[in-house]
């Protein structure tokens, strides 16, 4: 079950999508990558994805792992793993690696 935050979140960005603010969107989603809680990331990603916001949530899988420290990153993909969201643990890997 999602949190009213949460739900009021998905709302502003169903809104901003509809009305075509893919800026507003975007800062949105950064501003929730720079400090969402590892735990709570999995959650967040899942219902991103299950209201029809997939962009919305490969966006926070990218800029999660280009914003936060290696140790958040880490604890990211932990919670991800352990929420059996393997696609997206490796999506957030992936875009962490600096060997590319």
Known sequence: ?????????????H?????????DSYMLVWNKARRIAPGDFPGT???YRASGLE???EALVRT?????????????????HDS?????????????RTDL
């Open 84 to 96: 059996r969201q393997y696609t997206d643990a490796q999506a957030v890997l992936t875009a962490a």
């Open 15 to 23: 809104r901003n999508q509809a009305a075509g603010r893919v800026r």
């Open 1 to 13: 079950m999602e949190s009213p935050a949460l739900a009021a979140e998905l709302a502003l960005l």
């Open 64 to 80: 999660v792992a280009v914003e936060r420290d290696v140790h958040a990153v880490l604890n990211i993909v932990a919670a991800l």
């Open 55 to 57: 962009e919305a949530a």
């Open 45 to 47: 990603v899942a219902a």
